[in-house]
């Protein structure tokens, strides 16, 4: 019962009441001595599992700590949306981080940000500030042993794991829903909000005076430039100044420089290579290569028609692509994308599209509006909403065009005869084939002596129809 009420005990009370006034039970106790009872035979977990369900339960569960371990056994990584509006390409929008964290010495090794929703591309990228030790990367980076991912689609991508597996690195894919199995990437989600991102303009969870936890009208935003740039100073600053609590007093800097691991390092070419998507082979041609139904060429395509490439390319970078000998190996160059539109078509397709999803999302919204007239006893649910005879034909005729069934026309191609070993019920051969000199492909039996009508016969076989 304290299951059901959702660990409401006044609620458990009031029903035991009533269930002794109807002569099921004894009167129960009190509500403070029923208070006692059950947090003495209910833990604090339990009692807030009843109450919040099991994410509520494991707040009071005791985690143990892994070992530290040494630099670049262990990265996490996560993508965490920034809870900060920002300026991209003038609508307000709240970025999305990925990042990758060592876990022996907390060193953020390698970020990306995306203006919108992230994606293998947003991995990729990450991963490659990551593993790259040059500048302006930073002493972080190399080649971990191991990364921890949370089933994210984006992390267990085609093309995300065959960089791993290239780099031979081992992916551990932890459950769902336990934050718990990557406690160092998760508290630097935590961090970043509280020790930076709480004091930006356009902060979204901001205590607001009055009802309405609006955004003032004249806040100026920050540039999506200008939070990259900051992110990544304070992300310098984490790495080279910030002491956390498990590090002793030291700096992230400093216990990766205390540990003596060797590092394994990937040349920045060969990098960018594992990092791209794979396409396939394709010939290249007096036109280039064709790629999605589009041209790529290149200055350096000058008298390689008929050569045989193998194509890869970053994902939703569809302007270029790069372009391998598909027998060495050997990089041949880029290609850029033929007859590319001008920002003034592409401006003008961005605005057709915003206008065709604003209206389609009017119209959605008016067909899902249904009105109910408000009830005060007990009585079936009214629809509201009046339509006079004219005004429903008018929109039936108007939708009349938008089913498919209704734009068919079959007496384009009539349908063939079905085979005369098939047996095809008498209701289907008269439409199908015609019966010859006007008679219908069924014959009915003369009554039977008993004056009831014989049943039908069909003209193949003589079976009932």
């Not at 970020?111 to 030790?133: D, G």
């Not at 910030?242 to 420089?257: E, F, I, K, M, V």
């Not at 040349?267 to 790529?296: P, Q, S, V």
Request: glycine share 8%; proline share 9%.
């Amino acid at each position: 019962m304290l299951a059901l009420w959702q660990g409401n005990v006044a609620a458990v009370h009031r029903e035991l009441t009533a269930r002794a006034a109807g002569g099921e039970g004894e009167p129960p106790p009190s509500i403070p001595t029923l208070h006692r009872a059950i947090r003495r035979d209910l833990s604090p977990g339990e009692r807030a599992g009843l109450a919040g369900g099991e994410r509520a339960a494991r707040k009071h569960d005791v985690f143990l700590a892994r070992p530290r371990g040494w630099r670049n056994q262990v990265w996490e990584t996560d993508h965490v949306q920034a809870p900060v509006l920002v300026d991209v390409d003038g609508r307000a929008r709240r970025p999305w981080i990925t990042w990758f964290t060592d876990c022996a010495t907390n060193a953020i090794t390698g970020v990306a940000v995306t203006p919108v929703h992230p994606s293998r591309e947003s991995v990729l990228a990450a991963l490659r500030s990551a593993v790259l030790r040059e500048d302006p990367y930073g002493p972080f980076g190399g080649v971990p042993e191991k990364i921890r991912v949370d089933r994210g689609k984006d992390f267990l991508s085609r093309t995300v794991t065959a960089a791993f597996d290239l780099l031979d690195v081992t992916v551990e894919d932890l459950p769902a829903y336990t934050p718990h199995l990557k406690g160092t990437v998760e508290g630097l989600n935590r961090a970043v909000e509280s020790m930076f991102l709480a004091a930006l303009p356009g902060y979204a969870r901001q205590p607001r005076p009055g009802k309405r936890p609006a955004r003032p009208k004249d806040e100026v935003l920050l540039g999506f430039e200008d939070f990259t740039a900051r992110l990544l100073e304070w992300t310098r600053w984490w790495n080279t100044e910030h002491r956390p609590a498990p590090l002793r007093g030291r700096t992230p800097l400093q216990a990766w420089q205390d540990d003596p691991t060797p590092l394994r390092d990937v040349a920045a070419a060969d990098l960018w290579t594992f990092t791209l998507e794979d396409a396939g082979a394709r010939m290249l041609t007096t036109r280039g290569i064709r790629f999605k139904k589009r041209d790529y060429v290149g200055p350096w395509m000058t008298g390689q028609a008929g050569l045989q490439v193998r194509i890869r390319f970053m994902p939703h970078h569809d302007h270029r692509i790069e372009v391998y000998h598909a027998a060495t190996g050997r990089y041949l160059g880029p290609a850029d994308l033929a007859d590319r539109a001008t920002e003034e078509q592409v401006s003008a397709v961005r605005r057709a599209r915003a206008a065709r999803a604003r209206r389609l999302k009017k119209d959605l919204e008016a067909a899902q509006r249904e009105r109910y007239a408000a009830a005060t006893q007990a009585e079936p649910p009214r629809r509201l909403g009046a339509l006079t005879g004219a005004q429903a034909d008018a929109e039936l005729a108007q939708s009349a065009d938008a089913g498919l069934s209704q734009l068919a026309l079959p007496d384009v191609v009539p349908p063939a005869a079905p085979p005369a070993d098939w047996r095809t019920p008498a209701s289907l051969a008269a439409l199908i084939t015609p019966a010859p000199s006007g008679r219908d492909s069924t014959t009915t039996a003369p009554d039977s002596p008993d004056g009831q009508a014989a049943r039908p016969t069909t003209r193949e076989d003589g079976d009932a129809s």
